[in-house]
């Protein structure tokens, strides 16, 4: 509890620029929560269309934080940086990708990375499945990538993993604890296992919301089971705002590639229904709410 408690408080790191690559649910966000906090962000995609729902939500994150102080809302978005062609890599004190998640584009990304970054940038993935020594095996010198792992939505979950391997430096694993409370987060550190410690759990409960599916009970009952039993939010609502994609990497991730999928989270992803990103998975969303009949 000691150590947790202290765990990135003592580094001296203070990251002024951060390169976010992909703009999606989690990028945008992460990169959000970086400006929030003073920092310059420039923020990669494949296209500058896809970069532009995450600088809309950004924009109404700010005017919700700085209401009533416009010009504090615009800073703040004056620090996030549309950057399609990546230049912001040469500059960042931190590297952080958040792209899809597949192990060769992820490792292609970070050679890439490696031969622009400035030498004593530090490093990251957000993968959530994926073993963080095969991403950094790929790199010249794999003692500089770490986990830095958000939840999702970034602006409200308060942990965030950070996860080293056994060739992660002592100097990189604690940087990304000193970022991670420079974001006003609590730092976990965690081995580099499948699923870290919060998917491992969480995971095999998600999975098993969704057999009950496949044996035929309706997503709105078990989710007002789970909440009326005291969960936040109900396990099925839960796949939809991860994402139905993600949510089968990691299963697959966890299980075994072969492992079984539930029929209907397969079926789901086949019609391209992916949840909330997509308006569409077990619910339809509207306004990032979730369509429930009464
Ligand atoms: P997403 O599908 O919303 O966004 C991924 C973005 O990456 C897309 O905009 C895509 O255009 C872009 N992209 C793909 N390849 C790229 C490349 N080579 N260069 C630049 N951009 C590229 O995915 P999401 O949900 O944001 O997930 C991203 C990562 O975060 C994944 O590794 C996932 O496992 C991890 N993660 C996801 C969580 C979730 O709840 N969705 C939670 C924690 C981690």
Redesign the pocket.
């Known amino acids: 509890q000691e150590r947790l408690k202290g765990f990135g408080k003592d580094a001296d790191f203070n990251p002024l620029r951060v390169h976010v690559?992909?703009?999606?649910?989690?990028?945008g966000d992460i990169a959000t929560e970086c400006a929030l906090r003073g920092m310059i962000v420039t923020l990669?995609?494949?296209s500058v269309e896809?970069i532009a729902p995450a600088i809309a939500r950004a924009a109404k994150r700010f005017e919700r934080k700085f209401k009533g102080k416009p010009r504090e809302a615009r800073f703040a978005l004056d620090r996030v940086i549309p950057d399609p062609a990546g230049h912001g890599v040469a500059r960042a004190d931190v590297i952080i990708e958040?792209?899809?998640?597949n192990l060769e584009?992820k490792r292609a990304?970070f050679v890439d990375i490696e031969l622009r970054a400035r030498p004593d940038a530090l490093l990251a993935s957000?993968?959530?499945?994926l073993r963080i020594a095969d991403i950094a095996s790929a790199l010249a010198e794999p003692g500089r990538l770490v986990g830095i792992?958000?939840?999702?939505p970034v602006a409200v979950m308060p942990l965030v993993e950070v996860v080293r391997t056994p060739a992660s430096s002592d100097e990189a694993f604690r940087r990304a604890a000193a970022f991670v409370r420079k974001l006003d987060k609590l730092p976990l550190p965690v081995k580099d296992e499948p699923g870290f410690l919060v998917n491992a759990v969480l995971g095999p409960y998600m999975y098993e919301a969704l057999r009950c599916v496949d044996e035929g009970i309706a997503p709105e009952a078990i989710d007002a089971a789970l909440v009326a039993y005291g969960m936040p939010m109900g396990p099925i609502e839960l796949v939809d705002?991860?994402?139905l994609d993600?949510a089968v990497?990691a299963g697959k991730a966890l299980a075994g590639a072969a492992a079984v999928l539930p029929k209907a989270l397969a079926d789901k992803v086949a019609a391209g229904h992916l949840g909330k990103?997509s308006g569409q998975g077990f619910y339809t969303w509207q306004a990032g709410k979730a369509q429930k009949s009464a």
């Open positions: 690559v992909g703009a999606g649910v989690m990028g990669q995609d494949q896809r958040a792209i899809v998640e584009a990304l957000n993968t959530s499945s792992h958000f939840f999702n705002t991860v994402g993600i990497a990103k």
